[in-house]
């Protein structure tokens, strides 16, 4: 997920002053209103969420009363600007949560590109009525679509803030599934597995949660399991990485015994 970018000299010069004369011309360019990881976790900024889950009750969002090309009604931007995208092959159509690469100004486009060759920057949404819990099952449809350096699609759980998190991630056309722990602020690979993905397809992905033993799921079928106690409990979101164009639908989260 975190992976160096390595090009000719000449190539980076070309791309560096490419990238001074588009941000010359547009004060919007290099991501504008997404900031980088970096400045989160200085920042330490926390969304302010009401925990409406106390019940326990299992929660699910399909995003199809939403309206198309707005932020999504009941879950918020971290990092990143997601938007309710409308999409006729989503599971359940027309509307999915995802980043919109087609509809953006050119200039932005540019800059979002620009920006994923300087930074590695993680965009992450959640619920407004942040359901978390230990024990739990978390999933969600996912789809593959874009991204100058690779796709990534990922969920977010144990959520406390931009700087400490896990994340079940699925990565296109790197081909892997990856279990991430986020913890002050540092990325840590915690399980890695080989897993085939093509862009454009519609995937399934759910990872179990029961204390500090997780296991991970592609297309129903068990792919990893990993072990580590450091987050104890936290809400649930999902997340992308740099210009990738990652989509998500009947999102689903149900705790353990409901």
Known sequence: MIEKKHLRRSALFALTMGAALGWAISPALAGGDRPPAGVAAATGA????????ASGATRSWDFDHDRAQQPPQDWVDVSGQWRVLV????????????????????VQQLGLWFESF??????LAIPKDAPQGADFTYEANFKLWGGAFGSYAGLVFRYSDPNNYYVLVAAC???YLALYRMSGGH????????AELVRSQWYSMK?????GHFV????GKELLAADDG????????VWSQDDSRASFDNIRFSPSGS
């Open 187 to 194: 990325m840590t690979l915690l399980k890695q597995v080989p």
């Open 87 to 106: 999409d006729r092959d989503a599971p359940s159509e027309p509307n999915v949560l995802g980043l919109p690469g087609y509809g953006l100004p050119h």
């Open 216 to 219: 991970g799921y592609l297309d």
């Open 230 to 237: 450091s987050l104890a409990q936290g809400r649930v979101g």
């Open 46 to 53: 926390i969304v302010p969420v009401a925990d409406t889950n």
């Open 118 to 123: 300087i930074n590695t920057n993680y965009e």
């Open 173 to 175: 056309p790197k081909d």
């Open 207 to 211: 990872v179990v949660a029961t204390g």
